[in-house]
């Protein structure tokens, strides 16, 4: 077949590949291409582990039986907000911590692969300007922090970011254009992660976005591991003498990036994975449920969790399944290594999603309903392996405020993030003797003062912060 004139330019063994998969569906308009197309469309199919796509798709993948796991649910190993839970105190959490962070063991991660279309922004969703008074970016948030850290800490604390192929290059022009926002360039690691195809719910065969591309989507932010690695991530943590990651979304601006409590508590109970929690304000809110099952930590979604369960009370009152997630983590690399060379570690979950293609006429259709399934990971579906998995609650009003939908939704909006963040540094300064009038909006950032000995030297106890203010470095 590879020397029909039709794929005189594409590697025999992919094309015999592509037959012995029933998938050469993918070559019918390879007459019509340009060298340029041919070689873009050739780059993709190498890409592709057709055995996995088969695996996946004649795999249908049994749902568990998610009454009989909530049924044996309980709740997690935990320290709770007022430090009970744990065999050691919140300080010598904290002071673990410190140390690691001294020691220049810790790295940063940061996923920033989603577009901000929900939020009617059309940029990746990093760029979002959220500085209540600033606007400055997501983005900008926490490189101030890193930097404040670096500065008050005397460490370097590499970041490595990741991207999706849709957020890429605007969001490295965005960090080259930016000097990094103030962060050594050397210091800061933009990498993209990977994708996989749809296929056709029906028939299984990989759909097409165009003559020259298949249809192509983020494999999730399970794929964050294998992305690290592939970018060399983990070889340059490794150099550093980095062996501690710490894991956040870039969609939370209260995200504690390189907390040193959260780090303590994973160091102190000999844990590969921690995953820092808020407790749930009602029994079915829409949040990943972190529970223990038959011994292993793991995460029930909320909309595979009865009703029963998540209504269960334990003889306080509370909710037994109290813990949501929020997508921050603390991992071991040596963890994280041993979870990338295992193709168990991370399961591919199937999606029914609406997917345009391009049919047989080259035509786009567009669908009115679920035509495709698409594959992505999930991270925390690492829980389950690591040893020791462990869990920390926060304090929602100071870790957790999601820029996620547009102002005039009910919930997770740019706004209720932005009134979070005045709350806090409200609170900073009140607790610096500052007073603060009311309806006045403040902004700290942390590099004018990261921790509250230092805003305390630098502001005028007795004061009254009478209109908006924007305390910046």
Same mark, same amino acid.
């Given at each position: 077949? %590879?020397?029909?004139?039709?794929?005189?330019?594409?590697? %025999?063994?992919? #094309?015999?590949?592509?037959?012995?998969?029933?998938?050469?569906?993918?070559?019918?308009?390879?007459?019509?291409?340009?060298?340029?197309?041919?070689?873009?469309?050739?780059?993709?199919?190498?890409?592709?582990?057709?055995?996995?796509?088969?695996?996946?798709?004649?795999?249908?993948? &049994?749902?568990?039986?998610?009454?009989?796991?909530?049924?044996?649910?309980?709740?997690?190993?935990?320290?709770?907000?007022?430090?009970?839970?744990?065999?050691?105190?919140?300080?010598?959490?904290?002071?673990?911590?410190?140390?690691?962070?001294?020691?220049? =063991?810790?790295?940063?991660?940061?996923?920033?692969?989603?577009?901000?279309?929900?939020?009617?922004?059309?940029?990746?969703?990093?760029? *979002?300007?959220?500085?209540?008074?600033?606007?400055?970016?997501?983005?900008?948030?926490?490189?101030?922090?890193?930097?404040?850290?670096?500065?008050?800490?005397?460490?370097?604390?590499?970041?490595?970011?990741?991207?999706?192929?849709?957020?890429?290059?605007?969001?490295?022009?965005?960090?080259?254009?930016?000097?990094?926002?103030?962060?050594?360039?050397?210091?800061?690691?933009?990498?993209?992660?990977?994708?996989?195809?749809?296929?056709?719910?029906? @028939?299984?065969?990989?759909?097409?976005?165009?003559?020259?591309?298949?249809?192509?989507?983020?494999?999730?932010?399970?794929?964050?591991?294998?992305?690290?690695?592939?970018?060399?991530? *983990?070889?340059?943590?490794?150099?550093?003498?980095?062996?501690?990651?710490?894991?956040?979304?870039?969609?939370?601006?209260?995200? &504690?990036?390189?907390?040193?409590?959260?780090?303590?508590?994973?160091?102190?109970?000999?844990?590969?994975?921690?995953?820092?929690?808020?407790?749930?304000?009602?029994?079915?809110?829409?949040?990943?449920?972190?529970?223990?099952?038959?011994?292993?930590?793991?995460?029930?979604?909320? %909309?595979?969790?009865?009703?029963?369960?998540?209504? =269960?009370?334990?003889?306080?009152?509370?909710?037994?399944?109290?813990?949501?997630?929020?997508?921050?983590?603390?991992?071991?690399?040596? *963890?994280? =290594?041993?979870?990338?060379?295992?193709?168990?570690?991370?399961?591919?979950?199937?999606?029914?999603?609406?997917?345009?293609?391009?049919?047989?006429?080259?035509?786009? #259709?567009?669908?009115?309903?679920?035509?495709?399934?698409?594959?992505?990971?999930?991270? *925390?579906?690492?829980?389950?392996?690591?040893?020791?998995?462990?869990?920390?609650?926060?304090?929602?009003?100071?870790?957790?405020?999601?820029?996620?939908?547009?102002?005039?939704?009910?919930?997770?909006?740019?706004?209720? &993030?932005?009134?979070?963040?005045?709350?806090?540094?409200?609170?900073?300064?009140?607790?610096?003797?500052?007073?603060? &009038?009311?309806?006045?909006?403040?902004?700290?950032?942390?590099?004018?003062?990261?921790?509250?000995?230092?805003?305390?030297?630098? #502001?005028?106890?007795?004061? @009254?912060?009478?209109?908006? =203010?924007?305390?910046?470095?």
């Amino acid at each position: 077949m %590879s020397d029909h004139p039709h794929f005189a330019d594409l590697p %025999s063994p992919l #094309v015999s590949k592509l037959h012995a998969f029933g998938q050469e569906q993918v070559l019918r308009f390879w007459q019509e291409l340009d060298a340029e197309r041919r070689s873009h469309l050739a780059r993709q199919l190498e890409a592709i582990d057709l055995e996995l796509i088969a695996k996946l798709v004649s795999g249908n993948e &049994a749902k568990p039986d998610y009454a009989a796991l909530a049924a044996r649910a309980t709740a997690p190993p935990a320290v709770r907000r007022d430090g009970t839970g744990a065999a050691w105190s919140p300080a010598d959490a904290r002071e673990a911590g410190l140390r690691a962070i001294r020691q220049g =063991r810790v790295a940063a991660v940061i996923v920033a692969g989603g577009q901000g279309t929900r939020l009617g922004f059309d940029l990746p969703k990093g760029l *979002f300007p959220i500085g209540p008074l600033s606007d400055r970016t997501l983005f900008q948030c926490f490189a101030d922090r890193l930097i404040a850290m670096r500065e008050h800490y005397g460490v370097a604390i590499p970041l490595y970011v990741m991207t999706s192929p849709l957020t890429h290059d605007q969001t490295v022009g965005y960090w080259a254009e930016n000097d990094f926002l103030g962060l050594p360039k050397e210091d800061v690691i933009l990498f993209c992660q990977g994708t996989m195809p749809a296929v056709d719910a029906e @028939t299984g065969k990989l759909l097409m976005s165009d003559k020259d591309s298949l249809c192509l989507s983020p494999d999730g932010h399970g794929g964050t591991i294998k992305a690290l690695d592939s970018a060399g991530c *983990f070889e340059d943590a490794t150099r550093r003498g980095v062996d501690l990651f710490s894991y956040i979304q870039v969609d939370n601006p209260l995200a &504690a990036l390189c907390d040193p409590d959260l780090i303590g508590h994973h160091l102190m109970a000999g844990s590969e994975m921690t995953t820092q929690v808020v407790r749930k304000r009602y029994a079915e809110e829409k949040v990943g449920n972190v529970v223990m099952i038959d011994g292993s930590v793991r995460i029930i979604e909320y %909309s595979d969790l009865p009703a029963a369960a998540a209504e =269960r009370r334990n003889e306080s009152g509370e909710l037994s399944l109290w813990a949501g997630n929020i997508a921050v983590h603390v991992f071991d690399l040596a *963890f994280l =290594r041993r979870a990338v060379a295992s193709s168990d570690a991370l399961p591919f979950h199937h999606a029914s999603k609406v997917t345009p293609y391009l049919n047989d006429e080259g035509e786009i #259709v567009q669908p009115a309903e679920p035509n495709s399934i698409k594959f992505e990971r999930f991270i *925390f579906d690492l829980l389950p392996w690591a040893e020791n998995a462990f869990v920390v609650e926060a304090d929602p009003g100071k870790a957790f405020a999601p820029v996620k939908n547009a102002d005039g939704a009910a919930n997770d909006t740019p706004e209720l &993030a932005r009134q979070a963040m005045v709350q806090l540094d409200r609170q900073r300064l009140q607790a610096a003797g500052v007073k603060v &009038a009311a309806e006045v909006r403040v902004e700290i950032n942390p590099r004018f003062a990261f921790t509250d000995e230092q805003l305390a030297a630098k #502001v005028t106890a007795g004061e @009254t912060v009478t209109s908006d =203010r924007y305390f910046g470095p």
